[in-house]
């Protein structure tokens, strides 16, 4: 009886251990047989038409499966349209994964693509599985002809007479043929209209050039020590320093003086000191040492007034201007009258 029970025990062992074997050889065989399934929606689409394209592969409930990120294009030619879709389906044993892509094609040709990726990272190692090949065909076809031959001819006929012309934008290349074939059969009238347009111009530019030249003033210069006395004259008629403004009365006069001590003897008067001016003066011997220390005298004094605040007396200031009057007169040029020319000349003879 002892004997008849142990066997009976081995047998139930060996059946469990069979059983457990052969769960394992299916899982196994189940890892080692994953399928990447790549599917169209249909195999063959007109230029720019859409389709999808489907990926899955069926795993088992504790598996993982990714794809990998694709950017733009399935393949050369194939391009994405809008963001692809994953979804999983999750059975008892069994989970199925899809991935969905809608593409499309630009150009007529035969494609064949395939071994699109996902990868098992459920696994110690992670498992890359690849898709099957596929063949999609993209055609330029005409709808027109399409629809003749869909529809009776009773149909067709008010289609055709009810159709707009398609109206297309007119491109640069089409404006320059009608150009040249335009200039072909009349050039000599282009190169007329050339010439007319040329002379017109040319006569409006010389005409406008004599009416700019006929506006301008020619500019009357002024001797030196006639704007001079005409500038001193002006600065009595205001009687300034009677007004309490002495410092705007020698700054007046020293202006005066320095503007024309620069055009009279071409020196640098305006923009420099006195005592520069006074070594300028003697250097060229424009005027003689007496005239030198009186402008030198009235400078110096203005200065004072100007920039240590010195208050000037009455007999002062006029003291200036008439040492300013003075050195105008002393320095003028000399005039060589006509009388004169004659008179030496008859002289001569």
Known sequence: MCSFLKEGKTMWIRKIGLLLALILIAQVNFAQNLELKAQLSKNRILVGDTLSLWLSVEVDKNSEIVFPIIFDTIAQGVEIVGEPKLDSIVGIDSKKYIKQFTISAYDSAMYVFGGLAAVDISRDIPDTIYSNDLTLFVDYQDLNNELETKIDTALKEKIIANKANIETPFSFAEFWILTKEFLKKYWYFVLALIIIILFVLYWYYRIRKRKIDLSIKPIIKIKP????????????????WQQGKTKDYYSELSEILRLYMERRFNIIALETTTEIIRTQLRYYKHTSTELEE?????????DYVKFAKYKALPAENEKSLMRAYGFVQATKPEEIRVTDIKTENTEQI
Do not use: C, G, R, V
């Open 225 to 240: 020590h006639i704007e001079a006395l005409d500038n001193l004259d002006t600065l009595t008629e205001k009687k300034l």
């Open 294 to 302: 009186d402008i030198h005298s009235l400078l110096q004094l203005s």
